[in-house]
């Protein structure tokens, strides 16, 4: 059989594009195996040259390098971080920004409604067209026997960040094991020595009553009281204050390790820069990760499988998981059930646990597999994509962050598995902002201070009685007699604030009232169990009414939880086909928030809640907007607001924006790091991106 480089040599006689064998290659043309659909072990050697031509659109330059320069360029496509060298017959897209890429990945990029650049986030205003570009490129540029090549996918996204080399790198398990209990054993470190001789922090509770005091001779029914809870701040040396080299990236003394599995879609709909660009977003994540935590992937399509094992990322580890990303392809339908129950064998079976577990899953399209509705045309069953033990686990303990990608994925189920799980549903409208969405993600997951809190309330005085608790998502129980109450609240990331709002009926009364006794209790990094108790909430009583504002901090809770109730009231009019009719209930909530005292004292929270909505109600402008992204950006909101924890809405991930009340200083600096940097190779210094310019 003639050999691969005597094709290639006859080849370049012929001006057509072959595969070259990689190192580990079987020396008979065909690639070294790398998985299902992937690239892996495949270079692509093109011959040609054209002259250079205008791009079309004229705001850029596109150029065809020319085959008899020997010169090469270091810079590479910010899309798919192959390479742009002269005299490889590529085409070359420079923008007016002046940041160059391959033209069939920005084009592929421009074609799906992306008008700003991927490096600096500048918007263009003229676009690269794809317009007869194909008929410039030789034919053998195309292909062999019309088979398309990786270069031309633009999913080559991290191939050049692994070494090529087959000795040292284990290769990947083709079949999966009947039980995951082959999970890598946890480091062992000195982190107990430096929790303990680090400055000891603990949550903090604050309380505000309604007003300082009522008459002496009023009782008053509704009165409000709210709780206000803070976690411990991160330490100086978190995970997302050492990002200089990302390869001494270390699991940090002052947070929880995690064991993270990411469960990603890879059906037909995600091929072309929608995968390149989850490569590089799991890239992001991947060297993010210190050696304490460990990470397990879960690739999905019509089936589901595991890539590797639940294992530590060292450099080692790192390479690994890199590789595997690597080696994917996409292809075939969405199978979300399947993979979630793999997702959460991996973490039932481990043989070692890390005290903070999560799943991240992404999906850009809808359930083909599982979804049924009970009643011809009626709602569709969305708990029978959740495992059971998840369902059955009242505490919570293993959350699934769910990102809903593009306008064609099925925002109602993974609302629904986020929430039946106590994670959150973020909706990434851009998909440019992939990675950002995942950074936030990950800034809260490598954050985590506080684990199993629990808060109690109980009534003093034998007159106060309980009405009410609004704590969102966050299971509540009260006593069948009104007098004491509990709010199971979870882990916390650093710094992230709960706030929990109670009513009491307070009786007439001569002196001075407590009303509540609070308390809460938690495990702290050390796995000790820390209780904290604050003053009684008390209020005075004088002889006659004492003219006085309500507190601000009472109000702005109130306008928070009348949003989230009208956010859920107008989607549900909306899912009715009556979006007038949901525009209208958004208008009237607006117009009492603008009434309010906080917000007439220009309470930040409030004056970002007006923003939303007015956002919701331009998203439902018609059908078709509804259907595309509104649906999709209300139910990110009511997550965000029902967990009081940051989510992706939209361009929620940018700066400039308003909608970012529940970011805390860790997802903030991962966040920035995500917007500021190009990921890197391990082992070398990360690429800064030019500063994004500010808006106006």
Known sequence: MESAWRKAKRALALRLCVLAPAEGDGGDGRPAASGAGGCRGEAAVTVGSAPEEPAAGGGGALRRSKSGSRSSSKRKCAICFDSMRSGHGQALFTAECSHKFHFHCISSNVKHGNHVCPVCRAKWKEIPLNRSLSSNIPDGRRGINGVQLPQQDAYVALLHQVPNRQRGVRRLHTSEPTDFNDDEPLQQTEATDSLNSRSKKTAEISTYPEFSSIPQSSSQAGFSVLIHLKAPSASSDQVTGRLVNESSVRSPSGRAPVDLVTVIDISGSMAGTKLALLKRAMGFVIQHLGPSDRLSVIAFSS??????????????????????????????????????????????????????????????????????????????????????????????????????????????????????????????????????????????????????????????????????????????????????????????????????????????????????????????????????????????????????????????????????????????????????????????????????????????????????????????????????????????????????????????????????????????????????????????????????????
């Open 303 to 696: 089936s589901a499988r595991r890539l590797f094992h639940l294992q530590r990322m060292s450099h080692y580890g790192r390479q690994q998981a890199l590789q595997a990303i690597n080696s994917l392809g996409a292809g075939g339908g969405t199978n979300i059930a399947e993979a979630l129950k793999k997702a959460t064998k991996v973490i039932e079976d481990r043989s070692y646990k890390n005290s903070v577990c999560s799943i991240i899953l992404l999906s850009d399209g809808q359930d083909t597999y599982n979804l049924s509705s009970n009643v011809r045309g009626g709602p569709k069953d969305y708990s029978t994509l959740v495992p059971q033990s998840i369902l059955d686990d009242t505490r919570r303990m293993l959350p699934i962050h769910a990102f809903g990608f593009g306008a064609d994925h099925d925002s109602d189920s993974l609302h629904s598995i986020a929430e039946a799980s106590g994670g959150t549903f973020s909706f990434i409208e851009d998909e440019g902002v992939m990675q950002d969405a995942f950074a936030q993600c990950i800034g809260g997951l490598l954050s985590v201070v506080v684990q199993e809190m629990r808060l109690n309330m109980e009534c003093v005085h034998p007159g106060v009685q309980l009405c009410s608790i609004k704590s969102g998502s966050y299971p509540s129980m009260m006593a069948r007699d009104g007098r004491s109450c509990s709010v199971d609240i979870g882990h916390l990331y650093a710094d992230e604030e709960r706030d929990i709002l109670l009513s009491v009926n307070i009786p007439q009364c001569r002196e001075q009232t407590s009303l509540l006794k609070v308390a809460c209790s938690y495990r702290d990094l050390t796995n000790e169990t820390i209780k904290l108790q604050v003053d009684e909430v008390k209020i005075n009583r004088p002889t006659s009414a004492i003219s006085e504002h309500v507190s601000i901090e009472v109000d702005r809770e109130r306008n928070r939880i009348q949003a989230a109730d009208s956010i859920e009231s107008a989607r549900a009019a909306a899912e009715r086909g009556a979006l007038a009719e949901a525009v209208t209930i958004l208008e009237d909530c607006r117009r009492r928030l603008s009434e309010s005292f906080a917000s007439r004292s220009g309470d930040r929270l409030s004056l970002a809640l007006d923003a939303e909505l007015r956002e919701m109600q331009e998203r439902m402008a018609s059908r078709q907007l509804y259907e595309a992204s509104g649906r999709a950006y209300m139910l990110s909101g009511l997550s965000s607001h029902s967990w009081q924890r940051a989510t992706t809405r939209g361009d929620s991930t940018e700066s400039s924006t308003i909608v970012h009340s529940y970011q805390t200083p860790s997802m903030v600096q991962m966040l920035q790091h995500s917007q500021s940097h190009i990921p890197s190779p391990p082992g070398q210094q990360p690429q800064a991106r030019p500063p994004r310019p500010s808006a106006r």
